[in-house]
């Protein structure tokens, strides 16, 4: 692409918001993130530039406006179907395990087997080691979409559907690929968690750093989000860490976000590394094969944390023992079968 010296490209201006120095820079408002990630998805920027504008934007760290837009412009991109099915929970996944396996799926699939409408959404291999959930839903049974359309129909028939980032946005997609080139995670990591591609009235979110919340919570407002939960989950997924309490941070609308501690549930405060991460395990526990203490802690405290933000429990021990309830009466012949 020819570059002509005395006109700016039309994106540089959100460089050089961010750009300016200590001084000088600032946050973009959500009209600015808004209309630069519309520039980004519609492959209008350049490479170089889009380096330098996610970098500054990691250094930085983003702002609610900025999270808020960035979620905005990938929702308007999407290729929705003409009938969008009743959903109850949007879930996202886009961290991976690589010290406990994903246990927070069977909190999950425990809803889904009793009727409630999820999708999930998410990518994989952006990090080397990690079990990601893409093959986790494969090993169980359970369907992962190819297109938008496709999706509406698993959940029409099976009330959940795995939407892989790809599916949703193919440059967003890219942009995560792009983490061993910067060294360094993208705003994209956040934002793509926010994307609730078929409008669920409960957003939960998992994030790895104890800063965010109040950006993910803030971001929530913004877009008008009528229910969303986020907390620090183990690996950065949306996953309970029993044997250690769990700050989580909920927001209904535009209302200030309540700050709930959920206490430890288990006695042990360290819980070793899983040194085998076998997906496997994940069925032999369902299916009451195998028992794991920590593992059936972390899926129905996981659980606990999403009926409350869903309005299903009016406290946390009523939570927690309606999280109990579910998982002792799973349909242990739900998972494992395809369909």
């Known amino acids: 692409m020819l570059l002509d010296p005395m006109t700016p490209h039309p994106f540089s201006r959100f460089v050089a918001i961010l750009g300016r120095g200590k001084t000088k820079q600032r946050h973009l408002t959500y009209d600015e993130a808004l209309d630069a990630m519309r520039m980004i998805l519609d492959q209008q920027v350049l490479p170089e530039q889009i380096g330098a504008f996610l970098m500054l934007l990691r250094l930085k760290e983003e702002a609610p406006e900025e999270i808020a837009g960035f979620a905005k412009a990938a929702r308007e991109r999407l290729d929705l179907p003409d009938s969008i099915p009743r959903i109850d929970l949007d879930w996202s996944s886009y961290a991976g395990k690589r010290i406990q396996l994903p246990w927070f799926v069977l909190s999950v699939m425990t809803l889904v087997s009793q009727g409630t409408r999820v999708v999930m959404h998410g990518t994989e291999g952006h990090t080397p080691g990690r079990v990601y959930t893409r093959g986790v839903i494969e090993l169980l049974g359970m369907p992962v979409a190819s297109s938008l359309s496709e999706a509406a129909t698993q959940v029409e028939t099976r009330g959940f559907t795995y939407i892989p980032l790809e599916v949703m946005s193919p440059v967003l997609r890219h942009l995560i690929e792009l983490r061993p080139v910067f060294g360094l995670r993208s705003p994209v990591h956040s934002f793509a968690r926010m994307i609730n591609p078929f409008n669920a009235p409960v957003m939960m979110q998992g994030i790895f750093h104890r800063g965010f919340m109040d950006i993910h919570s803030g971001a929530a407002r913004v877009l008008g989000q009528p229910n969303a939960a986020?907390?620090?989950?183990?690996?950065?997924?949306?996953?309970?860490?029993?044997?250690?309490?769990?700050?989580?941070?909920?927001?209904?609308?535009?209302?200030?976000?309540?700050?709930?501690?959920?206490?430890?549930?288990?006695?042990?405060?360290?819980?070793?590394?899983?040194?085998?991460?076998?997906?496997?395990?994940?069925?032999?526990?369902?299916?009451?094969?195998?028992?794991?203490?920590?593992?059936?802690?972390?899926?129905?405290?996981t659980l606990a944390v999403a009926l409350r933000t869903m309005g299903r429990a009016g406290s946390m021990a009523e939570a927690e023992d309606a999280a109990t309830r579910m998982w002792q009466a799973r349909d242990r012949a739900f998972l494992g079968v395809r369909r």
Do not use: C
Request: net charge negative; hydrophobic share 35%; aromatic share 6%.
């Open 230 to 301: 986020v907390f620090r989950g183990e690996g950065g997924e949306i996953e309970r860490r029993p044997n250690k309490p769990t700050q989580v941070w909920t927001t209904h609308g535009a209302d200030e976000p309540s700050v709930e501690t959920w206490p430890a549930l288990l006695d042990d405060a360290h819980q070793p590394a899983d040194a085998q991460m076998e997906p496997e395990r994940l069925l032999a526990v369902w299916r009451g094969e195998e028992t794991d203490a920590y593992a059936e802690a972390s899926i129905t405290g």
